[in-house]
């Protein structure tokens, strides 16, 4: 059975993180989605409402360099350095991170320290 509550928590608190929240063409809205097995992340221009970069851990690029790590905090931390290539290749160098309701604790963090690893500032 799924607990309906902890989905209905999590969705008030996104959407009162995303009213002081948003993303323009210099500074996109770092947005980040974790699930059971995948941790996703992605750049959105929230005035055009395009998706500039996007990487996860189902991503092909990083098919190789997932084979070798087992820790999921690990993949975070790989796919918040990939986007920040990414991002640079974009010409972006400033980001909003955009938690998405989930806390700001264990893969989320990583994602956030690999994205400021790779050369993004927050």
């Given at each position: 059975m799924i607990n309906k509550a902890k989905f209905k928590n999590r969705d008030r608190i996104r959407k009162h993180i995303r009213k002081n929240i948003s993303g323009t063409t210099e500074c996109p809205r770092l947005s980040v989605y974790r699930s059971l097995k995948h941790i996703y992340a992605q750049l959105i221009d929230d005035t055009k409402g395009n998706t500039i970069v996007f990487v996860s851990t189902r991503s092909k690029d990083l098919q190789?360099?997932?084979?070798?790590?087992?820790?999921?905090?690990?993949?975070?931390?790989?796919?918040?350095?990939?986007?920040?290539?990414?991002?640079?290749?974009?010409?972006?160098?400033?980001?909003?991170?955009?938690?998405?309701?989930?806390r700001y604790h264990g893969n989320v963090k990583a994602i956030a320290d690999g994205a400021r690893e790779g050369g993004l500032k927050f």
């Open positions: 190789d360099s997932i084979k070798e790590i087992k820790n999921k905090t690990e993949l975070a931390k790989l796919v918040g350095i990939h986007l920040a290539k990414k991002a640079i290749e974009n010409k972006i160098q400033t980001v909003v991170f955009d938690r998405g309701g989930f």
